[in-house]
């Protein structure tokens, strides 16, 4: 009776062991879903004025053809300021530079919006510091995962096939 518990466990871990390698979305490998979210959807930007600004600003925001949610802003620096860059807090994606002054967003939540200007004829100072190490860093889950826990599981099966046979055999 332990022998086929054992092996009913092995099999049982061999299943779980595969779901979440071949069922999650958005894997290196696995297709995507290309549906467009519901058209109603629409989150939240805040924008939060800084000195050179006085929260004036161009902004549409519209539901694109894919059904996302895309924010234009464009920034109205007061006189004597000219616009430097963006800082934006939340989910979204861009083809702009965080120095365009026209910034095109296409966001998947709440997002907060600070725009940065100078005053007009001063050169912006600061420092810059570089990432120089050799390694990129991990992220997300490790794809092999999975696959080893699928091997050990696998093991433990045949090993708990090979025991039941030999325990019947001296039978």
């Given at each position: ?18 779901v ?6 958005g ?30 600003y ?6 694109d ?5 895309v ?66 860093p ?34």
């Open positions: 009776m332990k022998k086929a518990i054992s092996v009913l466990f092995a099999i049982v871990m061999v299943v779980f062991a595969s979440p390698a071949f069922a999650a979305e894997g290196v490998n696995s297709p995507v879903a290309t549906t467009a979210p519901d058209s109603s959807l629409e989150y939240e930007v805040d924008i939060i004025p800084t000195e050179g600004g006085d929260g004036s161009e902004f549409i925001t519209e539901i053809e894919n059904g996302n949610q924010v234009s802003i464009s920034p109205k620096p007061n006189q004597g300021y000219t616009f430097d860059h963006w800082e934006i807090d939340g989910p979204y994606t861009t083809e702009n530079k965080l120095t365009d002054p026209e910034m095109r967003l296409i966001i998947t939540g709440d997002i907060t919006v600070t725009p940065y200007y100078q005053k007009a004829g001063t050169v912006a100072t600061g420092t810059v510091s570089t990432d120089t190490s050799t390694t990129s991990q992220t997300g889950a490790n794809d092999a995962i999975p696959y080893a826990v699928g091997a050990l599981s696998l093991m433990a099966c045949g090993a708990a096939v090979v025991m039941l046979v030999r325990t019947n055999k001296s039978k």
